[in-house]
C-alpha cells in the first residue's frame, strides 16, 4: 500500500482518469474501482474520495446527476467537456512525470554504508 | 437487497449526528455507507454487523474530517484571487510608503499617492480578506470579520480625511478606532479565548492590540499637542495686549503733536490693523462654519478646528494650485504691507532709509527657509502649512508690528522736530 500523501496529490488524476472511461459513476463505485484495479495497492481512506469530487465539480470539471434509490438519492459523477479535457491534461502530466522519476530513480542503489541505520 | 426506510433513517441520522452538516455530503456518504451495508448483508451479515463494519473503516472523527476536508478545499483561495489579493495588498503598500515619504518631503503628486493607496486598501484589499475570511471560517466568527473589516475600513478613510485635511477626519477615525477597541477586540478574545490551546498567547495579543489602540488614542489627543496650543494662545493674548497699549500710546503722540502731516501713515496704519482684524474674523468664520459677525462671539481656544491647516490655505492662498486674488487673500495682504512699509520708510531721511530697510519689521521680500530647509516666498512660508491658532497669532503680531512702526516714526519726529518735514 502507498503512503496516503502519494496518494493524496493524484487522486484528482486518478479520479478524472476512471471517469473518462466510465461515462457515470457513483463515489462507492469509484472506491471499488480504485481498489479492485490496484489490487488493494491504492487503498482511499473511507470517504477521502469526496472531498476531492466536490471540489471537482465547484471547479465545473464535473457534473451530478441526482437518481434516487428507495428512500436515498445517489449521485452519479460525469466530466464535462471541460473536465475531460483536464483528464487528458493531468493523465498525460502524470505519465511524464513517473518516466521522469523512473529515469531519477534507475541509478539508486542503497548505500551499503548507512544500512546498519535502519 | 435494498435496506428499509427506517434503517436508512437510522444512516443518516447517525452521519448528521457525526458532524457532517451538509446535504450535499450528507447524500453522497449516506449511499455510500448503505451501499456498504447492502453488499455485506448479501455475504450474509447482518444489518447491525454490517453498519458497524462499515462505520469503523471511516475511523474516530472521519465523518467529520470528511466535512472539513471538503471546506478546506472549496475555499481555498484559487490563484487568481491570491494574485489578485496579494496584488492589491503590495500595490497600496508601496502607494502608501512612497505616498508618506513624499509627504514628508513636500514633492508633489503626495497627495494622489496617499488617496490612491487609501482606495486600493479600502476598496480592493480589505473586500477580498473579508469575503475570505468570510467563507474560510465558521459561521459564528462573522461578526468579527466583519468589525474588523469595518474598524480597518473606517480608519483608514479617517487618517486619508486627515492627511488631506478633509472635513469629517476625526468623525470617521474615532468611529474606526472605536469599532476596533470594542466591537473587534472584545469578540477576538471571547472567541479565541475559549478555544485558544495557548492561552497565554491569546491574552497577550489581546492586550497588545489594545495598548496599541490606546497608544494611537493617546497618540490623537497629543497630536493636538494642548500645551503647546495653550503657550500660542498665551502668546496671542499677551501680543493682542501690547497692540492696545501700542496703540493708545500712538494716539497719545498724534495728540501732543501740534502738527503733523503724518496722517497718511496713520490712515493707512488704522486701515491695515482694521484689515487684519477682519481677516482674522473671516478665518474663524470659515472654520466655525458661521457668518463672520457670529464669528466675533467665538473664542479661538473653543473651535474643535483651530489648528487646521486647509482653512489658512485655503482662505490666503485659494483652495486650488492658482494662487488666490482679491479680498483676504495674501496676495493682497502682502500688497497692503509692502505699501505701509514703504510709507514708514518714506517718513525717514532719505539717508536711513537703506539702513532702517533691513532692520523694519513686516519684511515680505526675499526668501524663507521651512523647518525642511526649503526655500519659499513670504506668501506660503507664512500660509502653507500653517496651523489656524499660528496664523491668528502671527496676524497679531504684524499688528502690533504696524503699530510699533507707527510708533518710532512718532518718537523720531518728536525729538528730531526737523525731520517732521522730509526732504522732498
Redesign the interface.
Known sequence: MYSPELIKGTLQTIVLSLLSENERMYGYEITQHVKDRTQGEIQLTEGALYPTLHKLEADGLLTTEKVSIGKRVRKYYRLTENGNKQANDKVNEFRRFSETMNDLLNSFTPNPELSWLS | M??T?AQ??LV?AYIKQNGVAQD??H??????V???IELRIQQGESFDEAFQY?IK???PG??K??QL??F???TEMNETMKKLTFGFGLTSTFLLLAGTIFKLMHWPFASILITLGTGLLVLGYLPMILTHKLKESPRDEALLHITGFLGLTLTSIGVLFKVMHWPGAAVTLLGGMGILSFGYVPIYFFKRYKVSANKPVTLSSSIVATACLILIFALMKTGNSSWYEHGVLLTDETLTEELHRMSDSNDALYASMRSSNLSEMKSEADKLVTHIDALKLELMSWAANVPPNEATKISLSDLEKKHDMAVVHDLLLGADDQLREGLFSATELKGMMDHYRNTVLGEYPSELRSAMSSGLALRTDGTFRNAHGQEQDWIHHQFEYTPLFTAITNLTKWQLDIRQMENQVLLSKISRPEASNPPS
Open positions: 435494498e435496506l426506510e436508512i433513517e443518516s450535499e455530503l447524500d453522497d456518504l449516506l449511499d455510500h448503505c451501499t456498504s462499515t473503516l471511516f475511523g472521519g465523518l474530517q470528511v476536508e471538503t478546506e478545499l472549496l
